[in-house]
């Protein structure tokens, strides 16, 4: 079965900061490169988006809507409702992100 991947605007917002980031601090052609392959990462989820890993933050307040997978550093939450896979957040993994996906994912 295939399904719809939707990215929502605060994760594209994620996209872009980190694009921005590693063009200004590396450069534009690693952080398209980049991009390319979180992209790559994101589309995979039309097959099978129920391999990812229920996030481990998430478990301990017994949530289990939301999985992740990774292109590392980075870390794409997202949810599935139906056939539809909605991405919430893309996160560099080596940050503490426990806060936002509270703030995020929760509304808290």
Same mark, same amino acid.
């Given at each position: 079965?295939?399904y719809?991947?939707?990215i @929502? %605007? =605060?994760?594209?917002?994620?996209?872009?900061?980190?694009?921005?980031?590693?063009?200004? #601090?590396?450069? *534009? $052609?690693?952080?398209e490169?980049?991009? @390319? %392959? =979180?992209?790559?990462?994101?589309?995979?989820?039309?097959?099978?988006?129920a391999?990812? #890993?229920?996030? *481990? $933050?998430l478990?301990?307040?017994?949530?289990?809507d939301?999985?992740?997978?990774?292109?590392k550093?980075y870390r794409?939450?997202?949810?599935?409702?139906?056939?539809?896979?909605?991405?919430?957040?893309?996160?560099?993994?080596?940050?503490?992100?426990?806060?936002?996906l509270?703030?995020?994912?929760?509304?808290?």
């Amino acid at each position: 079965m295939k399904y719809e991947v939707r990215i @929502d %605007n =605060i994760a594209s917002l994620d996209l872009y900061a980190i694009y921005r980031y590693v063009a200004i #601090n590396d450069s *534009p $052609e690693k952080a398209e490169h980049l991009l @390319d %392959n =979180i992209q790559k990462a994101i589309t995979s989820l039309e097959t099978m988006p129920a391999r990812g #890993n229920l996030p *481990p $933050e998430l478990q301990r307040w017994g949530i289990s809507d939301f999985r992740e997978i990774f292109f590392k550093p980075y870390r794409i939450f997202y949810e599935m409702r139906g056939k539809t896979v909605f991405i919430h957040a893309v996160l560099d993994g080596r940050r503490n992100c426990e806060d936002l996906l509270q703030q995020r994912l929760l509304g808290a």
